[in-house]
């Protein structure tokens, strides 16, 4: 039931127009919560305000529209919650979406990893302030822990040399493992980390974009074998109102996720942090999303040979990692 009066927490949810995000929003607002989502289309955010005015939630509702593949539209989206509130409860982190081929943003990355990946790094960092101004604000970012699966190729992190989209797919669900023990060894708030695998989940979002015969394959899986979207979330909706005391928790379709895991190694997690932070100063510039900012800024030896970072500047060449 609907509850009136003032929101009881203040939720965002990344990729809040589909799927399991959508899932997440509408639960959230049935709790009675202030809850924004944040989408790339529209239409879908039109439809989802009209659901939100069925449950009389319309004042307590938010959609910001935004690319999340843009470090630009993170800024944005940030400075927007900020404006609405001044306190986050929880972040709910869902945007993906599968590339059939490899596409670039304007900002130079590789797509996927631009919003699978390296959007989750910034609104996770970003809104730290916001978790800060919390009581015991939490992070659900939902994704494939406890997956052995892959791993980040830290030589080949854009995907220049060999492009596939499962392998992309993959790569990023590793590098949200190694970010949920980055943000627990090296913390830029008080916010606690749930990464979350739901397992195979009736949702369609992601493959619109899809060729057949791939998208007709995984609509028919779809139908026949995954979960409803409220099963898959129900744990994750509970979360918010009791998140866990450990800074960092993983859970792999119910079953608690072993952080001992080589997916989880914590001198990975501080490369891929360190290699996340040069990539964002060197492609884009000096961003107030970026932890530890100021102390960042004033050193920039780390750069090496690379050009020094301006903000607003064209992307720049291509840079490998090792
Ligand atoms: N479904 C499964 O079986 C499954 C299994 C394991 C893990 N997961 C993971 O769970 C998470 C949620 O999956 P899902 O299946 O619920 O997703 P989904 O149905 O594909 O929805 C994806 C959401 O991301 C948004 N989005 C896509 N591109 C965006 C962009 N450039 N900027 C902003 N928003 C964007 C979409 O909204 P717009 O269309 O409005 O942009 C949509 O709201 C994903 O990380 C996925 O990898 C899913």
Same mark, same amino acid.
């Given at each position: ?51 939100? $005015? !069925?449950? @009389?939630? +319309? ?7 935004? #690319?999340? &593949? %843009? ?100 790569? $990023? !669900?590793? @590098?949200? +493992? ?7 060894? #090296?913390? &830029? %708030? ?117 050009? %020094? ?14």
């Amino acid at each position: 039931m609907v509850k009136q009066g003032p929101p009881k927490k203040t939720v965002v949810v990344s990729g809040g127009t589909d799927g399991m995000g959508r899932g997440m929003v509408l639960a959230r607002l049935k709790q009675g919560d202030a809850v924004i989502a944040i989408g790339s289309s529209p239409e879908k955010g039109r439809q989802l305000g009209l659901e939100a $005015a !069925g449950l @009389a939630a +319309d004042d307590r509702f938010h959609f910001i529209r935004a #690319d999340l &593949s %843009s470090i630009a539209e993170n800024e944005r989206v940030v400075t927007k919650i900020a404006e609405l509130h001044p306190a986050v409860d929880a972040l709910v982190l869902c945007a993906n979406r599968q590339s059939p081929r490899r596409e670039v943003t304007a900002e130079g990355l590789e797509s996927t990893f631009a919003l699978y990946y390296l959007s989750r790094y910034l609104l996770s960092h970003g809104l730290r302030a916001q978790f800060d101004a919390a009581p015991a604000p939490v992070i659900i970012n939902i994704a494939a822990a406890g997956l052995k699966v892959g791993e980040v190729n830290f030589a080949d992190l854009q995907y220049e040399a060999k492009y596939s989209t499962i392998r992309t797919q993959i790569q $990023a !669900g590793r @590098a949200n +493992d190694l970010l949920g023990r980055s943000l627990a060894d #090296d913390p &830029s %708030s008080k916010v606690r980390v749930v990464l979350y695998h739901p397992g195979f989940t009736k949702t369609l979002g992601g493959i619109t974009h899809l060729k057949q015969p791939v998208k007709g394959i995984i609509t028919l899986l779809s139908t026949m074998a995954a979960k409803p979207v409220e099963k898959a979330i129900a744990p994750m909706v509970a979360v918010i109102d009791d998140p866990p005391a450990e800074v960092l928790t993983g859970n792999n379709q119910g079953k608690p996720v072993d952080l001992a895991m080589k997916t989880f190694d914590p001198a990975n997690a501080r490369k891929l942090a360190s290699v996340t932070h040069r990539l964002v100063l060197t492609q884009y510039g000096d961003s107030p999303l970026l932890p530890n900012a100021t102390k960042e800024r004033t050193d920039t030896s780390f750069l090496g040979g690379l050009d %020094s970072p301006r903000q607003g500047d064209a992307p720049h060449r291509p840079i490998e990692f090792s």
